[in-house]
């Protein structure tokens, strides 16, 4: 898989590497390849799309973001993926021994799942141009108004914990935590469906905001 | 027992097939939980239950799959009444045919602690609840579809403390023959073996062509009976409907390859049919119930992979022990977990196989420090573990939290021993290492250890332990106290492995005692006691020279392919004298650069001629300073933040020492820092921690998930003034907003900082903090304006 330097850096909140940090960073990108297991699984659904809220195969989950989100959107993917429990024991074993490399590792170990979610959204991407419909970019509880109680629904729906080995705490919060969970409207408008996902949230300040992207 | 069941491994038992998969097929929408049809539609399970049965099927799977308490309370039923009409439907459709009922048990859908947030012994009470709702109407008990071995041993607890059913355990691999959560194949062997299950095996995840290759190898590791019970193939997909498409036909011909690569118990999972069963029947029926192989491996391991002894030699890593080391013990006293983790990992990068946890000091509480240990120590390295502990209590509580099955050091020939230990070992399994002690003391003459380990052999075979699961270590003894002492051990091993059987270890180092240049003596009785049959060691893998004589003795006898592991080691020439940059800076060169080591040099150095106060003031804090203002300026990174901030760390060390408890100045300031409760993420939280300590400050860091009250209570404790509080998630900024006002109302003189990725300075404003920090480096720059402001009254000793 192919790493973007650009994504770790912006992670890291440098605007640029040196040769220090280009060291840390080769580093960490063999550590993170080498104890990844990635994995991903999806289901399509139907979507109902109301105003302030969305049905995702017959179950109701009030978000009026997702609603403007999914807006024209009949049917959608329910998408799940993770890097596995041994980026998490990584990082766990780092901070014990070498706390310059955790950020690093952090960083790259966000970079490789979204590396990792938009390769496995090509299965997608290919059913979806079969149909003449277009994918929308990734929806993750959390975003906008998108309640982190949404995860619940994905969980069963998707079976994670089953398929990926991937557990909520009580918190909604995901474990292991290099793990991604979305909604993935389709569209027969192509319009709208390459917006970065930054652009589709309103935390405007947030530190990892990308602008401009198309 | 049920008649049914007694006919297993003496003759093919068939399971039945899926009840889910059908289930959706009439009508169970996505998500609905299957269970919930015992009280909403209960015929139509009983029916499902029938055509198994009618189709040839043995035992039939009660539909509790998941009715554990979490997903009851999340559905809004009773899991009794659940539990219970799920197993009298199952009872009624045997009553009319015959035949046996598992309670069907799956796994949580959470993870366990350390990693997930469900505490081991929640977890089996979780199972528990389950186990005794259903064990009445039950023949046995069937644990299936899990996918993490400590889930899984969770659940067998639960089913022996609450029953006393056959306990079956399937678990879910994909196709390298591994779980989700990392275990082997022979990891699952071990550890359900270990645990006492009456048979195990795999279902669901795979289909039967996946399996049947698996199984092959899975025979091979255990000599419990193999049950198999497979999807209707691979899962696939279509316009959002998950499916499965391995017909009957083929699957049957796919299950008669199964058992006859070994299993004797055979059905379906997900996808499969009463028709699959009864092709499946009509075609295994006939065939003869596989042998069972007969021998035995001694295999030691963690929820991870296992290791094996009897192969080449086994290093095991005894560094994290008490004995001599006193910067162990004070960091014992002190609860300095990183530091004994720190001692795990560093072993484990040099190349232990297994490592020696011991933790025994007088004034600690044992058991609650070997518990945390283990548990931090796993969630970091996937070494399996040797609890050594001469404290019973220790021992119990520890294989049972173990998420493995561990190395137990140790038993001895005394009768007290064995009857404290091997009771442990037999449920909950574990390979224990007989020490060749009697109550007269440690035989002197080596027939007199030889007769010693014969005890434990024998004391072990009364309770069912076999000799696969001891290993015996017949006692190093210093040479500089008996001129005979290696060459007894010796031969009490050589006559121990060859009368007895059983694999054997020693602790190699106490033999050089009392000697000079101890290297020398401890490696050559290393390579004598390898040649003489020696299957692990207890010893200091940093040693160089421990280490070349092990990887010698590896490459000389036929243990290291192609002398690849040798090659490896030592192919590169030895690493030169250390670097040229970091000789000759000063002690603020070497910070700003982040060269740890060279800062305590020039520290070091430096206090020749200066006292620690002026360095830290002329030297360190200036340092400091330059560098957090690069990396404001963004001319420098995080990394280099933190490695600056360590090389300081090194050179506070120095100067402390130097010192002698004498205040260095910032250390007046004491700040309590933690991850509010629900949430998880702690890796800023643990930037933070790091930068300040580093800088000089004293920190106190209450982990992740800290409730309010637990910082509360650290606060007045600990008479903290500054308390830094990270939340990653919006829904846990909740948490950081009811820690502030609780502070704010029994604490007000505390000042508290909050940052983490969702945090602004309004919300940081909203919720009443004093300060947000929008990088590691801007908490340190308030920390350090705070401490300057500080009027605090007295010394405190640092």
Not at chain 2, 254 to 280: K, S, W
Not at chain 2, 289 to 297: F, G, L, N, S, V
Not at chain 2, 550 to 575: H, K, V
Request: charged share 20%; net charge negative.
């Amino acid at each position: 898989m192919e790493w973007d330097k650009g994504e770790i850096l912006r992670y890291l909140g440098a605007p640029r590497s040196d040769e220090a940090l280009d060291g840390f960073i080769a580093r960490a990108q063999k550590e993170v390849e080498a104890a990844a297991r990635p994995r991903h699984t999806y289901r399509l659904v139907e979507a109902r799309v109301e105003e302030n809220k969305v049905s995702l195969g017959g179950t109701t989950l009030e978000s009026p973001s997702l609603a403007k989100h999914l807006a024209g959107c009949e049917k959608a993917f329910l998408f799940a993926c993770t890097l596995g429990p041994g980026v998490d024991a990584l990082i766990r074993r780092f901070t014990i021994t070498e706390m310059p490399l955790v950020p690093v590792l952090q960083a790259c170990s966000a970079a490789y799942i979204e590396a990792y979610a938009d390769k496995a959204q090509e299965e997608l991407e290919a059913f979806a141009k079969e149909k003449g419909l277009y994918l929308r970019p990734r929806y993750s509880p959390g975003y906008g108004d998108f309640p982190l109680s949404a995860q619940e629904f994905l969980f069963r729906a998707l079976e994670i914990p089953k398929k990926l080995g991937v557990a909520l705490t009580e918190n909604y919060l995901m474990v292991p935590f290099k793990s991604i969970t979305a909604v993935i409207g389709l569209s027969p408008d192509p319009a709208r469906c390459h917006i970065h996902r930054c652009m589709a949230c309103p935390a405007q300040d947030c530190p990892f905001r990308k602008e401009n992207v198309t | 027992m049920n008649p049914v069941l007694q006919k297993l491994q003496k003759e093919l038992l068939f399971f039945d097939g899926a009840m889910g998969t059908i289930l959706q097929l009439g009508g169970l929408r996505p998500g609905e939980a299957p269970e919930l049809w015992n009280l909403r539609r209960p015929e139509e399970i009983q029916a499902i239950h029938a055509s198994y049965l009618q189709a040839g099927a043995h035992i039939i799977k009660a539909n509790t799959f998941g009715a554990n308490p979490f997903k009851c309370r999340e559905n809004g039923v009773n899991l009794e009444e659940v539990i219970s009409a799920g197993m009298g439907l199952a009872r009624k459709a045997v009553g009319e045919t015959g035949g046996a009922v598992a309670l069907d048990i799956g796994p949580t859908g959470k993870l366990l602690e350390p990693v997930g947030d469900l505490p081991f012994e929640e977890a089996v009470d979780a199972f528990a609840q389950m186990v005794r709702a259903g064990a009445g109407l039950a023949d046995c008990i069937l644990i299936e579809t899990m996918n993490d071995l400590y889930e899984a041993k969770a659940a067998v607890l639960a089913a022996k403390e609450n029953s006393s059913l056959p306990v079956f355990v399937t678990m879910t691999f994909d196709e390298d023959g591994k779980l989700l959560t990392g275990g082997t194949l022979q990891a699952a062997a071990a550890v359900l073996e270990g645990l006492g299950v009456a048979a195990m095996g795999m279902n669901c995840g795979l289909g039967p062509r996946q399996m049947a290759k698996l199984i092959k190898e899975l025979r091979r590791y255990t000599s419990l009976p193999l049950i198999v019970n497979p999807n209707a193939g691979l899962p696939k997909e279509k316009d959002g409907r998950t499916y499965f498409d391995v017909g009957s036909e083929e699957f049957s011909q796919t299950m008669e390859e199964i058992v006859r690569c070994g299993a004797c118990c055979v059905g379906g999972c997900c996808g499969t049919t009463p028709e699959h069963i009864r092709r499946t029947v009509e075609r295994c029926a006939p065939l003869p119930c596989p042998p069972i192989p007969k021998e035995k491996r001694t295999v030691g391991g963690s929820g991870m992979p296992a290791v094996g002894l009897g192969g080449a030699p086994v290093r095991i890593g005894g560094r994290i022990n008490t004995t001599g080391k006193a910067r162990f013990k004070q960091a014992l006293r002190e609860k300095d977990l990183p530091y004994i983790l720190g001692e795990g990992i560093a072993q484990q990068d040099a190349g232990a196989h297994v490592l020696d946890v011991n933790v025994g000091l007088p004034e600690i509480d044992e058991p609650e420090m070997m518990c945390r240990v283990i548990k931090e120590l796993q969630a970091l390295s996937p070494l399996p573990l040797q609890i050594d502990t001469s404290d019973p209590e220790t021992m119990a509580r520890a294989m049972r939290l173990y998420n493995g099955k561990p190395l137990i050091n140790s038993v001895t020939a005394k009768e007290s021993s064995m009857s404290a230990i091997f009771p442990l070992v037999q449920k909950y399994g574990g390979v224990v290492v007989g020490l060749t002690i009697t109550e007269e003391g440690i035989p002197e003459t080596a027939q007199g250890r030889v007769q010693a380990a014969k005890r434990i052999v024998e004391g072990a075979a009364a309770y069912g332990i076999g000799p696969e699961d001891i290993i015996i270590d017949p006692l190093t003894m210093a040479v500089s106290a008996g001129q005979d002492a290696a060459l007894v051990t010796l031969e009490a091993l050589r006559r121990i492995k060859k009368e007895l059987g059983v694999c054997t270890s020693l602790g190699i180092s106490n033999v050089s005692f009392g000697l000079p240049q101890r290297d020398n003596i401890t490696s050559a009785f290393f390579l004598m006691a390898l040649e003489n049959g020696l299957d692990a060691a207890i010893l200091n893998p940093k040693s160089a020279s421990v280490m070349r004589a092990y990887r010698a003795f590896c490459a000389l006898s036929g243990f290291d392919e192609s002398c690849m592991a040798y090659i490896e080691a030592y192919a590169q020439p030895e690493p030169a004298a250390p670097a040229p940059e970091s000789a000759g800076c000063t002690l603020g060169e070497a910070i700003e650069k982040g060269l740890k080591e060279a800062a305590a040099k020039a520290a070091e150095q430096q206090l020749q001629t200066q006292t620690g106060l002026a360095l830290i003031d002329g030297e360190i804090v200036p340092a400091l300073d330059r560098v957090g203002k690069k990396f404001e300026e963004k001319t420098l990174f995080l990394p280099q933040l933190l490695m600056s901030a360590e090389a300081a760390k090194a050179a506070f060390e120095v100067i402390k020492g130097h010192m002698g408890g004498q205040e260095t100045g910032q250390s007046r300031l004491t700040i309590v820092i933690a991850t509010v409760k629900g949430d998880v993420h702690d890796i800023g939280k643990n930037i933070v921690k790091v930068l300040l300590e580093n800088y000089g400050f004293r920190v106190i860091d209450l982990g992740k998930d800290v409730p309010p009250e637990a910082v509360l209570e650290a606060v007045q404790k600990e008479k903290a003034q500054l308390v830094g509080l990270s939340a990653l998630m919006t829904t846990t900024v909740a948490a950081m907003r009811d820690t502030i006002a609780l502070l704010r109302a029994q604490a007000p003189g505390v000042k508290i900082m909050v940052g983490g990725a969702v945090l602004t300075q309004e919300y940081a404003d909203r919720i009443g903090a004093d300060f947000y920090g929008p990088d590691a480096m801007a908490s340190v720059r308030y920390t350090s304006q705070l401490a300057r402001q500080q009027t605090a009254p007295g010394p405190r000793p640092s």
